[in-house]
């Protein structure tokens, strides 16, 4: 069974520019989180999309945003990069759960974004 | 204040010790907690979970919660080299799971 896959791996971009990153989830799972992970934060909640709508979200501003695909390919669009926003950006997928329930969460292995 | 304290670390042990790895959290509704492992340039992966209050063992590895005091930890004997990594906490009650900041261990040989 295909991991979680994660494209592009690395990017470079600078100030002020926007940027989409991917996510694959494994198959048949239909819920895909998005994180941001920053040697000062950790490991940050973005958002998380189960069957295209958007299930919860973390607190992140409006420059940030996600969308999910009928077959739960994932984007998150990053608008107006500031320096800040470097980060490894990881997605994780999951079979989806009800409330109360836990459904383990398997990782990409993340896009290395660098704001210059 | 963060819904998950961790220290960052880092923790540099030889090999052969036991390692102990602890998380505070506050929030109430958190249900299930989870150790999650990264290795440089990987994504995390699950390690194990406990639900609610208790111990849970697997192999070397041993989790504990209490949830009277809101502390997670993580005890790893006999730890190897293979086992440098960074640690994760996390906890859920929802939909949302909260991380901590990890804590990178090193196991010298």
């Known amino acids: 069974k295909a991991g979680v896959t994660q494209t592009p791996r690395y990017l470079i971009k600078t100030r002020g520019q926007q940027v989409t990153l991917s996510c694959s989830p494994i198959?048949?799972?239909?819920?895909v989180s998005w994180y941001q992970q920053t040697p000062g934060q950790g490991l940050q909640f973005l958002f998380e999309?189960?069957?295209?709508?958007?299930?919860n979200k973390g607190n992140f501003p409006g420059r940030f945003s996600g969308r999910q695909f009928s077959n739960s390919r994932s984007e998150m669009n990053v608008s107006t990069l500031e320096l800040g926003d470097s980060a490894l950006y990881l997605c994780?997928?999951?079979?989806?759960?009800?409330?109360?329930?836990?459904?383990?969460?398997?990782f990409g292995p993340g896009t290395r974004l660098t704001v210059l | 204040q963060k819904e998950v304290e961790q220290d960052p670390g880092p923790l540099s042990v030889p090999e052969g010790a036991i390692v102990s790895l602890n998380c505070t959290y506050s929030?109430?509704?958190?249900?299930?907690f989870m150790w999650y492992r990264q290795y440089s340039r990987k994504g995390p992966e699950l390690l194990m979970y406990?639900?609610?209050?208790g111990n849970k063992e697997d192999g070397r590895f041993t989790a504990q919660v209490d949830k009277s005091s809101k502390y997670i930890s993580l005890f790893i004997r006999d730890s190897q080299p293979s086992d440098s990594a960074t640690y994760l906490c996390?906890?859920?009650?929802?939909?949302?799971?909260?991380f901590g900041a990890g804590t990178r261990l090193f196991v010298k040989a």
């Open positions: 994780a997928s999951s079979q989806g759960r009800q409330r109360g329930f836990l459904a383990e969460q398997f």
């Open positions: 198959s048949g799972h239909r819920s």
């Open positions: 999309y189960f069957s295209e709508t958007q299930r």
């Open positions: 929030n109430s509704a958190f249900q299930y």
């Open positions: 406990t639900y609610s209050s």
């Open positions: 996390a906890g859920t009650g929802g939909f949302k799971t909260i």
